[in-house]
């Protein structure tokens, strides 16, 4: 059996769930729900052998939940931080079973599966209480909501500012 | 004295003093810091600010806070790993529980980390060369560890594979952040030469030359003296040692007579490998392989029974070993054998002659050659016009071509060919034609050798080296009668 592929499983499984939820939630417009779990899955799953399909993957499954959150209207889905966590879960899971399979001949310290497992446990857990925190502000007042998109506006800014930042820093000097 | 000119590794591995596996008989131990790279982000993290970004500007666009909320882990994570950083501040220790090995055997070897502050996980790789080898089948080259401040030591039991000179010295990192966002690359080095002998099988013949030192040996010598064989008998003179009196002889004759027994002296040899032309296929062996592998068998045993012996290796560089006997010099010649490199080259294409200052009078110069270059196979009848004794074995390249017998192509004499493989072609009439001109111009040149004095044996790749040194020793013999 190839190396990573429980964990490449696992991953597409979660990713099932993801893009099925949705799917069965807005019967209108299915198709085009459908469509973005779909490909979701797909490319989610072509990352064990190519992984900067990973990155598709994800999105395509995110833009499934935003077609998702919008074609439902109304309140917060309050699963959403939930969908959060299982999406960073999909995500590592499948980049892990990728490394897994293109590693060399290596002798593995016995820490290092069980190091790695804990630390995708926190990063599900962490997003959930992350994603949970943004969903109790978010939902304290529709009176915010301006000053919401102005946070928002900043946060998106900042982080891409971080972002660039971080990328010439990596480069180093020209 | 040796003198060397290019080759691989040299310098005596140092016994280790501090670090890990450091014990006698050992080499390196040495603490060298590990130099990494510019960390580079993995895939994932431009996706995942991607991500993240994109989610954002998504949710500004439809209105929707739940893409906010999938999108902030996502950013949460690369803030953290370009935090985290994948650079450790590391040392990297390298020792092995021997220096010197013999093909076949197997050596530890020790990797030791110390590691500074924090947790990472740091794949470790020692770069092992082509003649090493882990121990048994798909055993693992290196180490993927979860390295965590303090001291960790990680052994790695090889097999040396191949003879030759290598440096176990250079280990290769990988390290990442936790999240394995971020990775950065990097090396430790600190040279520790190794050296892995041909295996050094007794030879059951060896080749007599024709004259000896006046040194005492192991070799008879044609002159009678004192020693243990038998050689004659004779009548009594002033002087000789009663315990010589053959006293069968000397009643029946009524004469005091003696006994004679072979002078038993020591000999030169001088080893002369042809380091211009190698010819190599993937069955075996090749004709640099095999040549090594027998100069150090005939090293090694002269060496056993006391003679003095030399080596010059005449190719790409010249590098001679002057002649001398005991343990130190055969480790200046397989030291030299194992820098043995052939190395094509236009220089010396005028020079005829060897400088030959090094080179005792009375030597046994034993060529070890595929008589591919002409300047080699000059270099030997200019030896025997001079007046050494010379024998050569000729490693035979015919059998380097598709495996079949008919099948190859013959390289031109004096064509510089790359080492390594010949491309066999296809078995025509044409490839046959082209193998039997070729084996019948060695042949030519056998028969020139023979008139010049000099012994010539054809040492076929299916045959044994001490098959074709016993041939030799037989020519010579006849060769030798044939004279007297």
């Known amino acids: 059996m190839r190396r990573g592929a429980g964990l490449a499983f696992a991953s597409l499984v979660l990713a099932g769930a993801l893009a099925a939820r949705p799917a069965a939630a807005t019967p209108e417009?299915?198709?085009?729900?459908?469509?973005?779990?779909?490909?979701?899955?797909?490319?989610?799953?072509?990352?064990?052998?190519?992984?900067?399909?990973?990155?598709?993957?994800?999105?395509?499954?995110?833009?499934?939940?935003?077609?998702?959150?919008?074609?439902?209207?109304?309140?917060?889905?309050?699963?959403?931080?939930?969908e959060a966590g299982v999406l960073v879960a999909t995500a590592e899971l499948m980049a892990?079973?990728?490394?897994?399979?293109?590693?060399?001949?290596?002798?593995?310290?016995p820490a290092l599966g069980p190091f790695r497992a804990a630390l995708l446990l926190v990063s599900f857990l962490g997003s959930v209480v992350f994603g949970g925190l943004i969903f109790l502000t978010t939902g304290l007042g529709s009176s915010l909501a301006a000053a919401w998109e102005i946070v928002g506006g900043l946060a998106i800014l900042a982080m891409a500012a971080l972002a660039a930042g971080a990328m010439r820093r990596l480069a180093g000097p020209a | 004295m040796s003198r060397r000119a290019g080759g691989r590794a040299g310098g005596a591995?140092?016994?280790?003093?501090?670090?890990?596996?450091?014990?006698?008989?050992?080499?390196?131990?040495?603490?060298?810091?590990?130099?990494?790279?510019?960390?580079?982000?993995?895939?994932r993290l431009p996706a995942y600010a991607a991500i993240g970004i994109g989610s954002m500007v998504g949710a500004m666009a439809l209105g929707r806070p739940e893409l906010v909320i999938v999108a902030a882990p996502f950013l949460a994570l690369v803030v953290i790993a370009l935090a985290i950083g994948p650079t450790p501040a590391l040392e990297v220790s390298v020792s092995l529980s021997s220096a010197r090995l013999v093909e076949g055997e197997e050596v530890?070897?020790?990797?030791?980390?110390?590691?500074?502050?924090?947790?990472?996980?740091?794949?470790?790789?020692?770069?092992?060369?082509?003649?090493?080898?882990?121990?048994?089948?798909?055993q693992p080259?290196?180490?993927?560890?979860?390295?965590?401040?303090?001291?960790?030591?990680?052994?790695?039991?090889?097999?040396?594979?191949?003879?030759?000179a290598y440096d176990l010295g250079r280990v290769h990192l990988r390290s990442w952040d936790l999240l394995h966002l971020v990775q950065a690359r990097g090396e430790s080095y600190d040279p520790i030469p190794v050296r892995?002998?041909?295996?050094?099988?007794?030879?059951?013949?060896?080749?007599?030359?024709?004259?000896?030192?006046?040194?005492?040996?192991?070799?008879?010598?044609?002159?009678?003296?004192?020693?243990?064989?038998?050689?004659n008998i004779r009548p009594y003179q002033t002087g000789d040692r009663a315990r010589s009196v053959n006293w069968?002889?000397?009643?029946?004759?009524?004469?005091?007579?003696?006994?004679?027994?072979?002078?038993?002296?020591?000999?030169?040899?001088?080893?002369?490998?042809?380091?211009?032309?190698?010819?190599?296929?993937?069955?075996?062996?090749?004709?640099?392989?095999?040549?090594?592998?027998?100069?150090?068998?005939?090293?090694?045993?002269?060496?056993?029974?006391?003679?003095?012996?030399?080596?010059?290796?005449?190719?790409?560089?010249?590098?001679?070993?002057?002649?001398g006997m005991g343990t130190t010099t055969l480790y200046r010649i397989v030291d030299a054998l194992l820098a043995s490199v052939v190395m094509p080259t236009t220089a010396w294409k005028d020079i005829q002659s060897l400088p030959v200052r090094g080179l005792p009078p009375r030597a046994l110069v034993l060529g070890i050659t595929p008589l591919l270059d002409e300047r080699a196979i000059q270099v030997l009848f200019?030896?025997?016009?001079?007046?050494?004794?010379?024998?050569?074995?000729?490693?035979?390249?015919?059998?380097?071509?598709?495996?079949?017998?008919?099948?190859?192509?013959?390289?031109?004499?004096?064509?510089?060919?790359?080492?390594?493989?010949?491309?066999?072609?296809?078995?025509?009439?044409?490839?046959?034609?082209?193998?039997?001109?070729?084996?019948?111009?060695?042949?030519?040149?056998?028969?020139?050798?023979?008139?010049?004095?000099?012994?010539?044996?054809?040492?076929?790749?299916s045959t044994a080296a001490d098959v074709a040194i016993r041939q030799l020793e037989g020519t010579r013999r006849i060769q030798r009668r044939g004279v007297v």
Request: net charge positive; aromatic share 8%.
């Open chain 2, 141 to 164: 080259d290196g180490f993927a560890l979860l390295l965590s401040p303090g001291r960790r030591n990680l052994t790695l039991r090889l097999r040396c594979e191949h003879w030759g």
């Open chain 2, 13 to 43: 591995g140092q016994a280790a003093t501090s670090g890990a596996g450091g014990r006698a008989g050992g080499a390196g131990g040495t603490w060298a810091p590990a130099v990494f790279s510019r960390p580079r982000p993995t895939a």
């Open chain 2, 196 to 231: 892995v002998l041909p295996r050094l099988d007794t030879l059951r013949t060896m080749i007599a030359p024709s004259a000896t030192r006046a040194v005492a040996g192991n070799q008879l010598s044609r002159r009678s003296g004192e020693g243990l064989e038998f050689a």
């Open chain 1, 29 to 82: 417009q299915a198709g085009l729900v459908i469509g973005l779990g779909a490909a979701g899955m797909a490319l989610t799953g072509l990352a064990w052998l190519w992984p900067p399909a990973l990155g598709f993957g994800v999105a395509a499954l995110i833009a499934e939940y935003g077609a998702f959150a919008l074609l439902r209207g109304g309140h917060l889905d309050p699963w959403a931080p939930v």
């Open chain 2, 108 to 138: 530890d070897l020790t990797v030791g980390l110390a590691k500074g502050r924090g947790l990472h996980h740091i794949d470790i790789r020692p770069a092992l060369g082509t003649g090493l080898a882990p121990v048994g089948h798909d």
């Open chain 2, 248 to 323: 069968r002889v000397s009643a029946r004759r009524g004469d005091l007579w003696v006994n004679e027994q072979y002078l038993e002296q020591a000999t030169d040899v001088v080893l002369f490998l042809d380091l211009f032309e190698s010819v190599s296929d993937s069955a075996g062996p090749g004709t640099l392989d095999r040549s090594v592998r027998a100069a150090a068998r005939l090293a090694a045993a002269y060496l056993a029974r006391r003679d003095r012996v030399g080596l010059i290796s005449f190719g790409g560089y010249l590098e001679w070993v002057r002649p």
């Open chain 2, 382 to 461: 200019d030896l025997r016009r001079r007046g050494w004794d010379v024998a050569v074995i000729d490693v035979s390249p015919l059998g380097y071509s598709s495996g079949q017998p008919e099948g190859g192509r013959a390289p031109s004499r004096g064509r510089l060919t790359r080492r390594g493989r010949q491309e066999p072609l296809p078995a025509t009439r044409v490839t046959a034609l082209a193998r039997r001109m070729w084996s019948l111009q060695r042949r030519q040149l056998h028969e020139a050798y023979r008139s010049a004095g000099i012994a010539v044996v054809e040492w076929d790749r």
């Open chain 1, 96 to 109: 892990w079973a990728g490394e897994r399979r293109v590693s060399v001949q290596l002798k593995a310290d």
